[in-house]
């Protein structure tokens, strides 16, 4: 009768089992289809030649070789989504061979020249997150210009780009349930979503919505910003939002999330290419990546004020770039490799 009994209940509890065995599966597949169908929606190469950056001699491979990727925040909502600018630009470094990564803020403000085949009748000197727009109204192309002022201005290959609108990135960080951030300073800023009205950050830690973490990231004309920069923050941010990211509850959330980028975000990388990046750096541990800062300063030029990066120290930033991407040095016992100007001023 044991005997009997004992198999009784194993049947119904095998039976269960396997309903959840399947539920997980099914789910994992589903999600794995989600993820694909957006990121192949978002796929849009870079439009050169070999498919690789005029800086690298060979081609590098994602998930294997030490990549720079640059993260674009794009603001168009005042444009439909047309010829918008570069609010935010982020060059990030990732060597798989040190599990190392690192992050350098780029000034949108950075004065940079424009020949005419970039920018067509706006040729001159503009500032840096002008190269999306101008990109955008000649043939050129905005994610293209874009990544190629940064090769200039740094010396590196950038391998590949991911480009996000603010509706993207406010969507985000609503899914994942808020990201938690330590506001060393307070202050406030306008929220566009909301006609301008404030929203006001007081120190501590404290877990931002999408529309209270786009104001966070964005302030950059106040006092505050020369003791807590508009470049810490949005590092402070990123940082963040990759632990929330990477947290277990996220994998639910996923189907919505694919949706979003989708709809957002325009990318270089490949599906295979993203999966490569989830298996090299599923484990990354935030509290070690390094950010690199360009030195300069603000300066008012035929009415328009613009950063201008110090020589010395946007080399220096140069040459810490190429050491993460296993690059060799251009420097010289003299300075600069003959090959190498500088010409943001």
Not at 146 to 158: D, R, S, W
Request: charged letters at 30%.
């Amino acid at each position: 009768m044991r005997r009997r009994r004992s198999k009784r209940w194993k049947k119904p509890i095998i039976l269960i089992l396997l309903v959840v065995l399947i539920t997980v599966i099914a789910y994992s597949v589903n999600a794995f289809i989600d993820v694909y169908n957006a990121s192949k929606e978002a796929h849009e190469e870079i439009d050169r030649e070999d498919n690789k950056s005029q800086l690298r001699d060979e081609d590098v491979t994602v998930g294997h070789d030490p990549i720079s990727i640059l993260l674009i925040g794009v603001e168009d909502y005042e444009t439909n989504g047309q010829n918008g600018r570069a609010d935010t630009q982020i060059v990030v470094t990732l060597n798989p061979n040190t599990s190392q990564m690192t992050m350098t803020t780029i000034p949108r403000d950075t004065r940079m020249e424009f020949t005419e085949e970039e920018a067509g009748q706006y040729a001159g000197f503009h500032k840096i997150n002008a190269a999306y727009t101008y990109g955008s109204i000649t043939e050129y192309g905005e994610n293209k210009l874009q990544v190629e002022k940064v090769e200039e201005l740094l010396g590196i290959p950038i391998d590949e780009y991911v480009a996000v609108n603010f509706d993207g990135f406010r969507d985000i960080v609503d899914t994942l349930g808020g990201v938690t951030v330590d506001i060393k300073e307070p202050f406030w800023e306008k929220n566009f979503y909301a006609g301008g009205e404030k929203i006001y950050f007081e120190q501590g830690e404290s877990k931002l919505n999408g529309e209270e973490a786009l104001a966070f990231v964005r302030m950059r004309k106040r006092e505050v910003n020369t003791v807590y920069s508009r470049e810490e923050r949005q590092r402070q941010f990123i940082e963040a939002m990759i632990d929330e990211a990477l947290s277990a509850g996220t994998l639910f959330k996923i189907g919505e999330i694919s949706r979003i980028l989708g709809e957002n975000v325009t990318t270089s990388l490949s599906p295979a290419e993203i999966f490569s990046l989830q298996q090299a750096y599923s484990s990354l541990n935030t509290s070690h990546i390094k950010t690199f800062e360009i030195a300069g300063q603000d300066e008012k030029i035929d009415g328009i004020y613009y950063f201008l990066p110090e020589e010395e120290g946007l080399i220096e930033v140069s040459e810490q770039l190429k050491q993460e991407l296993e690059l060799p040095s251009t420097m010289t016992s003299t300075g600069l490799d003959n090959d190498q100007t500088f010409n943001a001023e």
